[in-house]
């Protein structure tokens, strides 16, 4: 029996730290924001960003962007961070960051087509994440492409636009954003693969199956992912 796109189960796929990684982005986005501030200030907080960076301060904060954004409040308004995030990611279109993939993962994706659907959602604007996933060669890797989500909110209007007629059982959702991309999720019946890069402690609500990596997750989600193919054939 011919499945159509619309039929399959659903990968859904975060963007930055998850199909996309380096800390290339968030230090452009750091840069950007500190640019004003004076020498010792900045310096300041740049340690503070490069130790969170390398797991030297466990999960402090949720992503590196929180993280610029809690290390500046009350010196920085809200303009001039969203200032510098636009300019993080003019950046990265420009290809003036350096991102890579996780390893493993075309050939991994390329193994679910017309297995799963294979959705990128993310918060980021698409002038970017285009560019990225062309030099990247993940363009073909994908069946669909939503950006300017605004998660985790905006999943209440997305994520039914993504399952059509399937039930949300039908889904599974990878992200190393907890609160964005596992938490909203898991009360819908989604499941979920957390990469949890830092180290997390006690989770409010328990993800399907958690990581330190992307690639660790391969084998879990290829199985998941197959049974659901077959179950829903």
Known sequence: MLTTPAQLPVLLLDFDGTVCLGDGPVLAYADAALKDLDDATARGIRKELDEYLS???????ADGYLAVQELTAGLLKRPTLDAAYTES??????GEVEVYLPIGLRLFLSS???VAERVLVTNAPIEGVAEVLTRLGLTSELDRVISSVGKPDGWTATLPQILGERP?????????VYRNDIAPLIPYGVATAFIDR???ADLPLAPTWTAPSFPDLYPALAEWLTSAHLEGN
């Open 198 to 200: 830092f180290g997390s």
């Open 55 to 61: 797991g030297a301060v466990g999960p402090r904060w």
């Open 89 to 94: 990611r003019r950046r990265l279109q420009a």
């Open 112 to 114: 679910l087509n017309g």
């Open 168 to 176: 949300a059982t039908a889904a599974v959702s990878v992200g190393d």
